[in-house]
């Protein structure tokens, strides 16, 4: 059983400050890593995507990817009250070929 | 807008009842997706149409029954569903059904209760 894991929060922080949202994944054959945020009552809409190993910026978005470890994170800087919504982290592997999805990490920015 | 529509947004149904969800992209894509997302569980594919044709079944019950007359339109026909099927139900979309690459443009969904 090909697993994604995620805490399912809510992860607290407050505005202005750095929100870090973990994913771990059981099969070590994982090639692909997205991070998709959902609004409640909202479609999932992609935020990132990584390949390979380090770290992949956009904005105020970091995508951090450890294969030893098989870990993959999502830093948010200067978290704005805009970011609170459910953080979905997805594996994909040539093997299954569909993507496998954590349950979502709830993030709550505070003003 | 994500460019992928569906319809009804909500639904109730009974046990007995036949129902249809809609979707409908615009964005040119060829593969088309439908999940479902029960609350606290992770995101389960259920069917993939890649081309119009059907190519994964991740062994979903008969009582859910998927069409795709075309690359822009998926259906999902639903019959003697049960409680427990009562769910969010997403559809998604991506240029083409190549891999785990892929990535996936989602519908708003129906919110589908079973009484």
């Known amino acids: 059983q090909k697993e994604v894991e995620q805490n399912s929060g809510p992860l607290s922080v407050p505005e202005g400050a750095i929100a870090s949202l973990n994913c771990t994944y059981s099969?070590?054959?994982?090639?692909?890593f997205f991070w998709y945020r959902q609004y409640s009552g909202k479609s999932p809409e992609l935020i990132m995507s990584?390949?390979?190993?380090g770290d992949k910026e956009d904005g105020r978005f970091t995508a951090q990817l450890n294969k030893a470890s098989q870990y993959v994170s999502l830093l948010i800087r200067d978290s704005q009250p805009s970011d609170s919504a459910t953080y979905l982290c997805?594996?994909?592997?040539?093997?299954?070929?569909?993507?496998?999805f954590g349950s979502g990490t709830r993030l709550q920015v505070q003003p | 807008e994500t460019g992928v529509t569906q319809t009804p947004r909500h639904l109730v149904m009974g046990m007995t009842n036949k129902k249809s969800l809609k979707c409908e992209q615009h964005?040119?894509?060829?593969?088309m997706y439908w999940y479902k997302q029960s609350a606290k569980k992770p995101l389960e594919l259920m069917f993939v149409?890649?081309?119009?044709?059907?190519?994964e079944n991740n062994s979903v019950p008969s009582r859910f029954s998927p069409e795709c007359p075309n690359s822009s339109h998926l259906f999902l026909h639903l019959h003697t569903l049960q409680p427990e099927d009562s769910a969010l139900y997403l559809c998604?979309?991506?240029?083409?059904?190549?891999?785990?690459?892929?990535?996936?443009?989602f519908g708003s969904g129906t919110q589908l209760s079973v009484l």
């Open positions: 998604a979309s991506s240029q083409e059904w190549k891999g785990p690459n892929e990535k996936l443009f």
């Open positions: 099969d070590r054959g994982s090639q692909s």
């Open positions: 990584i390949y390979s190993n």
């Open positions: 997805a594996v994909g592997d040539t093997g299954r070929r569909a993507l496998t």
């Open positions: 964005l040119g894509h060829n593969a």
């Open positions: 149409y890649n081309f119009k044709e059907q190519t």
